[in-house]
Nanobody, 121 residues
């Protein structure tokens, strides 16, 4: 299984970025997909997940939108109104748990390599 994340970069506060994660080697349509992030010196934290529904961390609700294209085996994270505190390495992840919303790191079996998002003030 491979998860290839892309789309990170440097943006000013208030700006937008769109992350993509292309998956291969798994039945994409039957996996929950998620984005996590890890800021320097902090633990990796949940950002958003999608199966047949979506669920967001409170810190990004209303600013970030997760979506998926099962035909392209790709999950996206549209990030608007970015803040300096959103600066982190963003990871995509896949979980075989389909029947519930999963937000815990331990429930995700596959991880991508991360893409860096830097928001300047």
């Amino acid at each position: 299984v491979q998860l290839q994340a892309s789309g990170g970069g440097v943006v000013q506060a208030g700006g937008s970025l769109r992350l993509s994660c292309a998956a291969s080697g798994l039945t994409f349509s039957r996996h929950a997909m998620a984005w996590f992030r890890q800021a320097p010196g902090k633990e990796r934290e949940f950002v958003a997940t999608i199966n047949w529904s979506t669920y967001y961390a409170d810190s990004v609700k209303g600013r970030f939108t997760i979506s998926r294209d099962n035909a392209k085996n790709t999950v996206y994270l549209q990030m608007n109104s970015l803040k300096p505190e959103d600066t982190a390495l963003y990871y995509c992840a896949a979980s075989p748990i389909w029947g519930a919303i999963v937000a815990a790191k331990r429930d995700y079996r596959y991880w991508g390599q991360g893409t860096l998002v830097t928001v300047s003030s």
